[in-house]
C-alpha cells in the first residue's frame, strides 16, 4: 500500500510529508483548498503526464515522491527485477518537474524511464472517479476483471500459451514452405546442376594440383626435344662416334711406326670416346626419365579447363565447388522431402490448434457462467445506491473465428439506467453519478480481486446524499477491509466511516505571506466531528449539525 507522499512545490503545495495507513482515509475541505492537486501529483509519481505548468509559482522545479510497502511476490515487484530493479524493501516511485517541461524520474532512487514507472504505478494505485475511464472503456481491461473475479487466471494465461504455440508452428510452417516452393521453383536447375557437377566430380585444391603438373608436363616436354636433338647427335646417323672408334683404330696400328710420337693423341682420343659414349648414355637416360604421354597433358588441360568453366558457370570458385555440389545436393534432398515436412508442420499445426481451440472453448464456457455472476454481485449493490431500476451487463460475444491469445471472447460492461430502454456501454449510456456508482459498485464486488493495493476515489459521491451517500460510504469501508482506500469526498456519511481523515486547507505560504498553499493535516476525533458538522452544516456550525455529526461517526464505528 502506499505508507508516504512527500510533495515539493507542486502547484499550490509548498511542501507536504503525508504518512498513510491501511483501511478507508478520506480527504475533505473546502471546494478549492487543493484536493484534486493532491491527486495531480500522486498521479505524477506513477508516471502520469507531465507539465511544467504543475510547478509551483517561483519554484524551478516540483518534486513528489511515493513510497510503498508491498509483498514480496507482489507484481510490480516483478516487474521492477525484469528490469533491474532488484529490491525486497519499500518500492520508491521519485518524478522531478521542472518548470520548463522537461522531467525525471527515479525508481528506488536509480534513474528510469517514466513508460517503467507507468508500469509499475499501473500495479500499485487505481484512481476512480466521475470523469476518470481508464476501467471502463477498455475492453481488454474488461475481460481482465472478468477472468480476476471468475478466478480464471490460470486458464486464462493456459489458453495465451495454446496461442503462442500455435501462432509460432504456423509461422514455422509458412517459412517452411516458402523454402520449399522457392526451391521447387528451381527444382529442373538444381537437378541438371547436380547431375554435372556429380559427373565433374571436383575436388578440394584439385585445380592448383592440376595447375602444377600441366606446368611441369609443358616444361618437360621443351627439355626432352633438346635432350633428344643431343641423343640423336651422338647416337643417330650422324654420330661422330663411329668415325672417331675407326680412325682411333687406324692410328693405334700406326703406333709402333711412329714411337712415342702418336702416344698422346691416341689417349685423348680414347678418353674423348669414352666421353663421348657416356654423355650419349646419359642423354638415353634423361629421355627415359623425360618420357610423357602426349595425351596425359592433352587430359590435365582439359580437366583443369573443366573444373575452370564450371566455377565461372556457377559464380564460386573452383575450390568451392565440392560444397556447393554438397548444398545443391541437400537442396535438391529438401525438395524430395518438402512434401513429406509439410505434412508433418501442417498435423503439428492442426493439433495445436485443436489444443488452443479446446482451452479457448473451456474459458469461454467458464466465462459466461463467471458472468451471471458478476452481473448478480453487482446488481446486489445497486438498489442502496439509488439504482434500482439500473441493468449491469456483461455483454459477451464468442467468435471461434477471431481467436487471439486472449480467448475467442470479446467482453464489454454495459448498463442500462431505466426498463425500456437499450443497454450500452458504461461511459455512454451512464450520467456522472451514475457512473461513479456503476464503478463502486463493480469495485465492491470485485473486492480484492483484479485491483491495485491501493484505490482512490475522486468525488464519486458527487450529486448524491442521505441514504445513497451513506451507501457509498459503508460499500468504501467494506473494500478498505481488503485493500487500502483513499476517497477525496464532500459526502459527510462518507466521511463518518473513514479510519483516517485528512483535512485538507489553505492558508498563507510560510516564505511569503502574499500567496497561499495547500496544507493536509490528519485530523483526531474532535477535530473530524467538526469537519463532518461543517460539511452537513455549512460555513456557520450549529450545535445540531455536531449532534448529528457524532450520530454519523457513531453509525460508522
Do not use: C
Not at 17 to 28: A, I, P, Q, R
Not at 190 to 212: C, N, Q, T
Not at 228 to 238: D, I, M, P, R, Y
Amino acid at each position: 500500500m502506499l505508507v508516504h507522499l512527500s510533495i515539493r512545490d507542486i502547484v499550490l503545495i509548498e511542501r507536504l510529508d503525508l504518512s498513510l495507513t491501511g483501511g478507508l482515509s478520506v480527504l475533505t475541505g473546502e471546494t478549492g483548498a487543493g484536493k484534486s492537486i493532491l491527486l495531480d501529483a500522486l498521479s505524477l509519481a506513477l508516471g502520469g503526464r507531465g507539465d511544467g505548468g504543475l510547478v509551483r509559482h517561483g519554484a524551478k522545479q516540483g518534486e513528489v515522491t511515493a513510497v510503498f510497502d508491498l509483498a514480496g511476490d507482489h507484481p510490480a515487484r516483478r516487474v521492477l527485477a525484469e528490469n533491474g530493479f532488484e529490491d525486497d524493501g519499500d518500492v520508491i516511485l521519485r518524478r522531478v518537474q521542472s518548470a520548463d517541461g522537461r522531467t525525471r524520474v527515479f525508481i528506488n532512487d536509480r534513474p528510469s524511464s517514466v513508460s517503467l514507472m507507468r508500469d509499475v504505478g499501473a500495479g500499485l494505485v487505481e484512481i476512480h472517479g466521475q470523469h476518470d475511464d481508464r476501467a471502463l472503456v477498455d475492453p481488454e481491461a474488461h475481460r481482465s476483471l472478468l477472468d480476476a473475479f471468475g478466478g480464471l487466471q490460470a486458464e486464462a494465461a493456459a489458453t495465451a500459451r495454446a496461442h503462442a504455440d500455435w501462432k509460432s508452428a504456423e509461422a514455422e510452417l509458412r517459412r517452411h514452405r516458402a523454402k520449399v516452393e522457392a526451391a521447387a521453383r528451381e527444382a529442373d536447375y538444381l537437378r541438371a546442376s547436380v547431375e554435372e557437377l556429380s559427373d565433374l566430380a571436383p575436388i578440394a585444391g584439385e585445380e592448383e594440383e592440376l595447375a602444377a603438373r600441366r606446368q611441369v608436363m609443358m616444361r618437360s616436354e621443351k627439355i626432352a626435344t633438346d635432350v633428344a636433338e643431343a641423343h640423336e647427335q651422338l647416337a643417330g646417323t650422324t654420330s661422330p662416334i663411329p668415325g672417331l672408334a675407326g680412325l682411333l683404330k687406324r692410328l693405334d696400328r700406326k703406333r709402333d711406326e711412329l714411337p712415342g710420337l702418336l702416344d698422346e693423341p691416341i689417349e685423348r682420343l680414347d678418353a674423348a670416346l669414352d666421353a663421348l659414349s657416356d654423355a650419349q648414355m646419359g642423354l638415353q637416360s634423361a629421355l627415359r626419365s623425360l618420357e610423357f604421354d602426349p595425351r596425359a597433358l592433352e587430359e590435365t588441360e582439359e580437366r583443369l579447363f573443366a573444373l575452370r568453366a564450371a566455377g565461372r558457370k556457377f559464380a564460386v570458385p573452383v575450390d568451392d565447388l565440392p560444397e556447393l555440389t554438397a548444398r545443391m545436393i541437400g537442396d535438391l534432398a529438401e525438395v524430395d522431402a518438402g512434401e513429406e515436412a509439410l505434412g508433418r508442420l501442417e498435423a503439428e499445426v492442426g493439433r495445436l490448434r485443436q489444443a488452443f481451440d479446446a482451452l479457448a472453448r473451456d474459458l469461454s464456457e467458464k466465462r459466461k457462467t463467471a458472468a451471471r455472476l458478476l452481473e448478480g454481485a453487482v446488481m446486489a449493490e445497486l438498489p442502496d445506491m439509488k439504482l434500482e431500476r439500473a441493468a449491469f451487463i456483461v455483454e459477451m460475444t464468442s467468435d471461434p473465428e477471431t481467436p487471439s491469445a486472449a480467448g475467442i471472447d470479446t467482453v464489454e460492461f454495459f448498463v442500462r439506467t431505466n426498463p425500456g430502454t437499450r443497454a450500452g456501454p458504461m461511459m455512454k449510456v451512464a450520467s456522472g453519478g451514475e457512473l461513479s456508482r456503476f464503478l463502486l459498485a463493480l469495485k465492491v464486488a470485485l473486492a480484492d480481486r483484479g485491483s491495485a493495493p491501493t484505490l482512490v476515489f475522486d468525488e464519486i459521491d458527487t450529486g448524491v446524499g442521505g441514504a445513497v451517500a451513506d451507501a457509498i460510504g459503508r460499500r468504501l469501508a467494506r473494500l478498505a477491509a481488503g485493500v487500502q482506500v483513499l476517497s477525496v469526498t464532500h459526502a459527510p456519511q462518507v466521511a463518518a466511516r473513514a479510519s483516517t481523515h485528512l483535512l485538507i486547507s489553505k492558508s498563507e505560504a510560510e516564505a511569503d505571506g502574499e500567496r497561499l498553499a495547500t496544507r493536509v493535516a490528519v485530523i483526531a476525533e474532535e477535530g473530524r466531528r467538526e469537519e463532518i458538522a461543517r460539511m452537513l452544516a455549512g460555513d456557520v456550525v450549529t450545535d445540531e449539525a455536531r449532534a448529528a455529526a457524532s450520530r454519523l461517526i457513531g453509525a460508522g464505528a
